[in-house]
Nanobody, 120 residues
Framework: QVQLVESGGGLVQAGGSLRLSCAVSGNIFSINGMGWYRQAPGKQRELVAAVTSSGSTNYADSVKGRFTISRDNAKNTVYLQMNSLKPEDTAVYYC??????????????WGQGTQVTVSS
């Protein structure tokens, strides 16, 4: 069984900061990509940021320069540091991980989501 536990969401004023964490545990041989997506009410889920196993990162244009994704491979954890938050960043943020199990195969799992609300 594999679990993704997210934390760090909450309510913050515009211009503020939050740090999201997603810890992965369970039957995992190796983790490939890790990322964060978000979904605002009435909108489709969109990629916010992603990081590969080698550390290469990718960001949505709307968050470049404000958000930073990082990972701690020893802890199987991915982080999203969000600075200069704007009301339009309000959404449910989901962690996404693709990994290999000892028994083989590649799997993609999603976290349960954490609410981020930015007030103006």
């Amino acid at each position: 069984q594999v679990q993704l536990v997210e934390s760090g969401g909450g309510l913050v004023q515009a211009g503020g900061s939050l740090r999201l964490s997603c810890a992965v545990s369970g039957n995992i041989f190796s983790i490939n990509g890790m990322g964060w997506y978000r979904q605002a009410p009435g909108k489709q889920r969109e990629l916010v940021a992603a990081v590969t196993s080698s550390g290469s990162t990718n960001y949505a244009d709307s968050v470049k320069g404000r958000f930073t994704i990082s990972r701690d491979n020893a802890k199987n954890t991915v982080y999203l540091q969000m600075n200069s938050l704007k009301p339009e960043d309000t959404a449910v943020y989901y962690c996404n991980v693709d990994f290999k199990r000892y028994s083989g195969g590649v799997y993609i799992y999603w976290g349960q989501g954490t609410q981020v609300t930015v007030s103006s």
